[in-house]
């Protein structure tokens, strides 16, 4: 079983930095590609940011690009997400999820974290 357990959310004003840790068990980390997502109260599940295995590629999502940077710690089994410039529009509960396949749909990964919630100020 694969089990994930992010940290590192809270309440910051607009501009504010938040980074984000997501811990999984394990010694087969780096074989899944890690995504983060994002939920705001009422909507779906949005994609924020996912890595390869090896942490070469990564991918973002148009939102978020140029202010948020995901990032993983192989040998330690954590993913993170250093979020900068935040707005009130990144508010939600942020989730890491593990996969098999790079992909943006959250029906593409089946192993999720408990979320953390992100608020930001206006």
């Known amino acids: 079983q694969v089990q994930l357990v992010e940290s590192g959310g809270g309440l910051v004003q607009t501009g504010g930095s938040l980074r984000l840790s997501c811990a999984a068990s394990g010694r087969t980390f780096s074989g899944y590609i890690m995504t983060w997502f994002r939920q705001a109260l009422g909507k779906e599940r949005e994609f924020v940011a996912t890595?390869?295995?090896?942490?070469?590629?990564?991918n973002y999502a148009d939102s978020v690009k140029g202010r948020f940077t995901i990032s993983r710690d192989n040998p330690k089994n954590t993913v993170s997400l250093q979020m900068n410039s935040l707005k009130p529009e990144d508010t939600g509960v942020y989730y890491c999820?593990?996969?098999?396949?790079?992909?943006?749909?959250?029906?593409?990964?089946?192993?999720w974290g408990q979320g953390t919630q992100v608020t930001v100020s206006s």
């Open positions: 890595i390869s295995g090896s942490g070469e590629y990564t």
């Open positions: 999820a593990a996969g098999t396949i790079l992909s943006r749909l959250s029906a593409h990964y089946n192993y």
